[in-house]
Structure formats: C-alpha cells, structure tokens
C-alpha cells in the first residue's frame, strides 16, 4: 500500500489524495515542502521509495533512503556525475540495500521481444546497436506550468553532452549482456550547433519574457559511441530541440540478423514501427526485411511472457503503453519474493554516469573517457538476466481500470 506522498507543491499532494477518495482506499500521510522527502525517507513505515523527482534531487535521496533501510527505486536518470554513481553503488554495497533504476522502456513490448530474441540466439552475436532519446520537448521546457518546466529548460542552459541516455540504452543494455559478461569501456562525444531552442525561444515567447536574451548550451543532436570490453560498439543520440517525430531507435545488428523496433508516439500514442531481418545462410546477406505478415508472426511467437501474461491489462492502465505498468508489476513481485531487481545500481551507475562524461568529451573536442568498472571486475562472473518472468496466479486484476495500477496481491 500507499504509506506517504511527498511534493514540495500542495496542489499536487491534494491531487494524488483525491485518486485516492476516489477508490475510497486509505489516505497516506502526507509530506511536503521542498525538503519533505527527508521526512519520508527516515520514517519507519516506509519500506520502498519511488523517486520521482527533478533530476538534481534522484541520488540525494536514492542515498537518503538507503541509509534508512528503505529500497531506493529512483527515476532516470539515476544520478548526474560519477561521483553520484559511485556513491551510490557504495552505499547499496554498504547498507545491502537494493536501488533500482526505474528504466521503464526496457519493459515495452518491442523492447521486450527485442531481448527474447536476443536472449534465445536468433540474432546471432549482436554486435551494434543504435539507440536514442529524439523527443521535441521545446514546448514543454519553455511552458509556464509547474513541473518539468520548471528546471528542465535549465539543464539546457548550463549542459552539454547527453543528459537523458538511458531511454534509448536501457534495453541495449539488457541485451549486450552490459555488466552481466560484458561492459562499457570508454566513450567519445559530439554535438550540433544549437538552433532549434533558440529559435522557438525567438519566434514563440513574448517580447519581455527574459529567456529570449538565454544563451543555450546543449547543441541541437548529440551523438555518442561507446565501445565495450568485448569490442562491441553502441550509438547513442540525445536530441529534445529538433522538428522531428518522437524515436528512441531501438537497433540491434547481430551476426544472424537485425532487429529494429523504432518507438515512436504520433499524438501522443505509443507505437513501434518493427522492423526483422535473418540471413538464411552465411554469406547471403539481408537485403530485405521480412514480411509484415511474417514479421507478426515473429512478434507473436516470440511475445515476452510478462505481455503475453499481463500485456492486455497492462495496455488498458496505460503509461507509456502499459510498460510503466509492467515494470512496477516486475519490481514488485522480485521484491516480495527475494528476487534481484533486474535494473540494479551497477547499471545504473554504468549508464547515468554518461551524463557527466558525454559533456566531458564534447566539451573537449570529442576526447575519449573511460567509462568506471563500477562492478570491480564483477562483469566477468555475472550471470545475464534471465526471463523476467512473473507468477500473476496470485494476483486480482479485477478492479484494475484505466490509469489504475493498483492491485490485490
């Protein structure tokens, strides 16, 4: 259940209390105040904390929470430097308390099927992948509303590099086996100029509004590669300024095949454009993809037990196509039953420390940095994820509606 709510804004408190009156479900105990989460982190009927915060806030009290005992599952990303990331691996190592990165991405569908194909060969060893964050977010980082507005705008003034990568990276990650046989070695970075933000700041925003005298720093497109112990190599691009339909790429090259499973929102719906290749025989090439009516019949074949379980219900709850759904079903139930958490804080820290040294790279004519070992050796030994699977035999989806994510368990 629900033991507390926090929010420094009262009106957001009193909202979440009135879903709660509405399913006539026991009132948390509020929090708030910008430094409320404090309150809720050291009180004792507490057991797990969602963080759900401004990017500056996710590891000050991801650490917080551990250090009281409580699970840490914190929003992406996960932290901003690298000394976040190794602070907050010490401090789960320290306190044998789990923090999870909440990469909800890696629990969509295609990205799921993605990794089934991964997982069982048909891919063959992947080699490359492509992933990104493409989303035109100029109207909301320059909207008047609190909320993302409020600091996102900011991160665009005062950064370069990619300040978002685990969108497009998480479920790469999962199936390169990142940390689990194989991990980041080192990275370079570049950027476009920046003209997009400006732009829209010129052209929309009244003529008194001060942001119109702004410098931006972020360029429009950045373009990261990263290669990984094993010599495999991994693009990444950030780009929330340009005119362009909204993609995370999703592009895996294998030895055996290619999978490309685009994601993509017209309108605010989330759908893929999926996209499979196999070569028959060594040497013949790929020179088509396959067939829609083969390709669906792939895509069924090969659904993940967690959609083909819970994915109608997690479709009619919503967020983000049901995935947001799923990846709290998924924590939840290896929480309960002593189960690792699949996006643990050695992947977390692998992919939000690119935060710091994507701006590092970019700022210095697109150096290379070495990406830390935060498993100190322990790639090596890791076993890879296994099915993310779930046992839903005892769980009561009856009362679960739209934007309803609570269950019986």
């Given at each position: 259940r629900f033991s507390s709510i926090c929010d420094k804004k009262d009106v957001r408190i009193e909202e979440n209390l009135a879903w709660f009156r509405k399913r006539r479900q026991k009132l948390p105990r509020t929090?708030?105040?910008i430094e409320g989460w404090k309150a809720v982190c050291d009180w004792d009927e507490v057991d797990v904390v969602y963080i759900v915060t401004p990017w500056d806030l996710h590891a000050p009290i991801a650490l917080r929470a551990m250090r009281n005992g409580k699970v840490a599952l914190v929003e992406v990303p996960g932290a901003f430097t690298v000394d976040e990331c190794w602070e907050l691996v010490e401090t789960s190592e320290e306190t044998r308390i789990p923090c999870m990165m909440l990469e909800n991405a890696c629990y969509g569908e295609i990205e799921l099927?993605?990794?089934n194909l991964a997982r069982f060969?048909?891919?063959g060893e992947i080699v490359h992948s492509e992933c990104a964050y493409i989303h035109d977010l100029r109207m909301i980082c320059c909207g008047k509303e609190f909320g993302e507005s409020e600091w996102r705008y900011k991160e665009q003034l005062r950064h370069k590099g990619n300040p978002y990568p685990t969108h497009g990276l998480g479920p790469v990650c999962m199936c390169m086996?990142?940390?689990r046989g194989d991990r980041f070695d080192y990275l370079v970075s570049l950027e476009s100029n920046q003209v997009n933000f400006e732009r829209y700041i010129k052209k929309m925003m009244p003529v008194d509004d001060p942001r119109r005298k702004d410098k931006i720093e972020m360029g429009d497109m950045n373009t990261t590669l990263i290669k990984t112990a094993l010599g495999k190599s991994i693009m990444v691009q950030h780009?929330?300024?340009s005119p362009r339909p909204y993609s995370r790429l999703n592009l895996m090259s294998g030895t055996k095949g290619i999978f490309w499973g685009m994601p993509w929102r017209?309108?605010?719906i989330s759908l893929s454009t999926l996209k499979i290749g196999f070569e028959e025989r060594c040497?013949?090439?790929i020179h088509n993809f396959l067939s829609d009516e083969k390709t669906n019949e792939i895509r069924e074949q090969h659904k993940h037990s967690l959609w083909r379980k819970v994915g109608e219900i997690a479709k009619k709850v919503g967020g983000h196509g049901g995935q947001d759904f799923i990846m709290d079903l998924r924590w939840a139930y290896c929480l309960q039953n002593g189960i690792p958490l699949d996006i643990d804080v050695y992947d977390l820290a692998a992919m939000s420390c690119l935060c710091e040294l994507t701006e590092k790279s970019v700022r210095n004519k697109s150096h290379p940095?070495?990406?830390p070992d935060f498993t100190r050796g322990g790639w090596k030994t890791a076993k890879p994820l296994g099915s993310l699977d779930i046992d839903v035999s005892s769980l009561d989806f009856s009362n679960v509606g739209k934007d309803e994510s609570a269950i019986t368990v």
């Open positions: 929090f708030n105040g099927l993605g990794y060969g048909l891919l086996n990142i940390n780009d929330v300024s017209p309108h605010g040497g013949e090439g940095y070495d990406i």
